[in-house]
T-cell receptor, first 115, second 112 residues
Framework: DTGVSQDPRHKITKRGQNVTFRCDPISEHNRLYWYRQTLGQGPEFLTY????????KSRLLSDRFSAERPKGSFSTLEIQRTEQGDSAMYLC?????????????FGSGTRLTVV | DQQVKQNSPSLSVQEGRISILNCDYT??????FLWYKKYPAEGPTFLIS?????DKNEDGRFTVFLNKSAKHLSLHIVPSQPGDSAVYFCAASVYNFNKFYFGSGTKLNVKP
């Protein structure tokens, strides 16, 4: 069990550019989540996958955001035409299905800075 | 709308004493609650949970209390240790656990 890995750890981009983040969950975990955390706030839900199916999306996830989880393994989160308000920590988490599905394992996050 | 609130941004406690972290929620549909602990440069880690059918859950030095009528939960750490110094988030969900609503966190500092 190597935990949840996120890449990159940090990303600085110019406003208007596209960025893509990757998350590798714990291999036995069927559920994968993306959250966003801004300074002084707790994580906010963005989207949730069970296997390869994206089952729920927050209204925070504008049409500039897209997430995929091909083959139910790793996931990517893409932000198109980045804005300064997108600057945040993007956290990925995974959990098993069943009785322990509430026990998320979070990655260390990708910190995005839009300049 | 902030459905889960932690009104104390910080708390300082002497080593060996009790730390009490508080959390309030507004949505009566929430039926599962968790506490996460976060160190700098790391993701949050699961600490302890409680379902709405209980009013108390203990795990070693950590106890979570739930008062459904007041829509309030608290985390007690006894005795507090310097290694407990971290940011603590409470979170709430409906039972499917598809998403959690997090509070804004309380930074605990345990002084040696």
């Amino acid at each position: 069990d190597t935990g949840v890995s996120q890449d990159p750890r940090h990303k600085i981009t110019k406003r208007g550019q596209n960025v893509t983040f990757r998350c590798d969950p714990i291999s036995e975990h069927n559920r994968l989540y993306w959250y966003r955390q801004t300074l002084g706030q707790g994580p906010e839900f963005l989207t949730y996958f069970q296997n390869e199916a994206q089952l729920e999306k927050s209204r925070l996830l504008s049409d500039r955001f897209s997430a995929e989880r091909p083959k139910g393994s790793f996931s990517t989160l893409e932000i198109q035409r980045t804005e300064q308000g997108d600057s945040a920590m993007y956290l990925c988490a995974s959990s098993p299905v069943g009785g322990r599905s509430h026990r998320y394992t979070f990655g260390s996050g990708t910190r995005l800075t839009v300049v | 709308d902030q459905q889960v609130k932690q009104n104390s941004p910080s708390l300082s406690v002497q080593e060996g004493r009790i730390s009490i972290l508080n959390c309030d929620y507004t949505n009566s549909m929430f039926d599962y609650f968790l506490w996460y602990k976060k160190y700098p440069a790391e993701g949050p880690t699961f600490l302890i949970s409680i379902s709405s059918i209980k009013d108390k859950n203990e795990d070693g030095r950590f106890t979570v209390f739930l008062n459904k009528s007041a829509k309030h939960l608290s985390l007690h750490i006894v005795p507090s240790q310097p290694g407990d110094s971290a940011v603590y988030f409470c979170a709430a969900s409906v039972y499917n656990f598809n998403k959690f609503y997090f509070g804004s966190g309380t930074k605990l500092n345990v002084k040696p």
